[in-house]
Each structure stands twice: as structure tokens, then as C-alpha cells.
């Protein structure tokens, strides 16, 4: 059974940059059903797609923080991993990792499993 | 302002029929398959129906997902009290070229 997890800071100062990542188990990172995802969700707010990537291949990402976005992947540890630069506290939220299942476009929207979520404020 | 339009809110009583509607465009609904999540307070959201109407292994036959057209909707049969949570349609948006949510919907059981 596929899960994810993700971790990082629950802290990070205004202009920072926020870093998180992603480790996926019971299934590899680098298989045939590549995609992957970010999504996020602020306080008390609605969720808000971030990224959907596939390992060795396209990406897709919010065109509102595409300039702000770095994705990177780990195969020997299974893990992706999402860094968001220039934070400012409009960037304080839940943020989730989750599997596009049927890839991007048409089915672009079906997400999983998803993890748990990981709070992180932006503050000073 | 979400491309897809959801209620705010929805309530009905144990035992009910609620609908929760998701509204967009030939853009988004009208061309691609709908999803719903349900996210319980406190947790991550959950996949719900997917590809329209379809439920994932371990969802109640309770719950029901439709399209037409250019709109969806949820439907929750037998209401029950853990049935109470946000609700929240998703669909991949052609003119956008990225996945998009509804607002959310809260579902209060009375």
C-alpha cells in the first residue's frame, strides 16, 4: 500500500526559502506510474495545487510560484522533495504531498493517497 | 475566486439526502473527468469519487458522484454524523493547463 510522508521545518523566516520532502513507501518513486505532487492548503482556506511532476519527464507547476519552485527527486532514498524560495507569510499553510493517479491532463485533478500534511508558518 | 463554484455550506439532518454541486465551464468540467475529496477536521483530504462517479475501494455506496455538462455533484444518501467534514471538488482545467479545486464545501450534520 503506497504512503506518503512529509517533513521539514515548521518554521521559516520571511524571505527564506521553505524546503520540505516528500518519502514515499510501499511503492517506487521511479516506477512506471511517475507522477507526483504538491499541494497546499492555508489556514482555515481551501486547497491550492503547487506542482505535479513525473521522474525524468515533465512537470507542471501553478504559474503563480512557478518563478519561486525548485522540484527535486531522490531515487536511492525514495523521496521527493519541494523547495519554495522568497516566502512571505501568504505562504504559511498545510502543505501536502500527494499522487496524481492518472498522470496530468484530463485526470491531472485524481490525488492518491495523499500524506498527512506538514504545518509550515512563515514568520519572523 | 475559484474556477470551480461550490456552496459554502450544506447541512442536513441523520438519515438525509444532501447534494453538494461544483460548478465550472467547457474548460474544466465540460471536458475532463470530476473528483471529490472529503477532508475530515483535523485531517488530510481523502479521494472520494473519482472519474465522475466512480468510488475507490472502501468508500460506502453512500456516496454518489454525477455530471452534466458543465456542473457536478456530490450526493450523500443516509446521512450520518462522521459524514461531517469539507468537501471539495477537483477537475484538470484546459485553459489553465493545471488541476483546480472548488472552494469547499461544509457539510454540517443537525
Known amino acids: 500500500q503506497l504512503q506518503l510522508q512529509e517533513s521539514g521545518p515548521g518554521l521559516v523566516k520571511p524571505s527564506e526559502t521553505l524546503s520540505l520532502t516528500c518519502t514515499v513507501s510501499?511503492?517506487?518513486?521511479?516506477?512506471?506510474?511517475?507522477?507526483w505532487g504538491w499541494i497546499r492548503q492555508p489556514p482555515g482556506k481551501g486547497l491550492e495545487w503547487i506542482a505535479s511532476f513525473c521522474y525524468g519527464a515533465n512537470s507542471y507547476y501553478n504559474s503563480s510560484l512557478k518563478s519561486r519552485i525548485t522540484i527535486s527527486v531522490d531515487t536511492s532514498k525514495n523521496q521527493f522533495s519541494l523547495r519554495l524560495s522568497s516566502v512571505t507569510a501568504t505562504d504559511t499553510a498545510v502543505y501536502y504531498c500527494a499522487r496524481p493517479t492518472a498522470g496530468v491532463r484530463g485526470g491531472g485533478a485524481w490525488f492518491d493517497p495523499w500524506g498527512r500534511g506538514t504545518l509550515v508558518t512563515v514568520s519572523s | 475566486q475559484s474556477v470551480l463554484t461550490q456552496p459554502p455550506s450544506a447541512s442536513g439532518t441523520p438519515g438525509q439526502r444532501v447534494t453538494i454541486s461544483c460548478s465550472g465551464s467547457t474548460s474544466n468540467i465540460g471536458d475532463n473527468i470530476v473528483n471529490w475529496y472529503q477532508q475530515l477536521p483535523g485531517t488530510a483530504p481523502k479521494l472520494l469519487i473519482y472519474?465522475?462517479?466512480q468510488r475507490p475501494s472502501g468508500v460506502p455506496d453512500r456516496f454518489s458522484g454525477s455530471k452534466s455538462g458543465t456542473s457536478a455533484s456530490l450526493a450523500i444518501s443516509g446521512l450520518q454524523s462522521e459524514d461531517e467534514a469539507d468537501y471539495y471538488c477537483?477537475?484538470?482545467?484546459?485553459?489553465?493547463?493545471?488541476?483546480?479545486f472548488g472552494g469547499g464545501t461544509k457539510l454540517t450534520v443537525l
Open positions: 477537483a477537475v484538470w482545467d484546459d485553459s489553465l493547463d493545471c488541476p483546480v
Open positions: 472519474s465522475d462517479n
Open positions: 510501499g511503492g517506487s518513486i521511479s516506477s512506471n506510474s511517475c507522477y
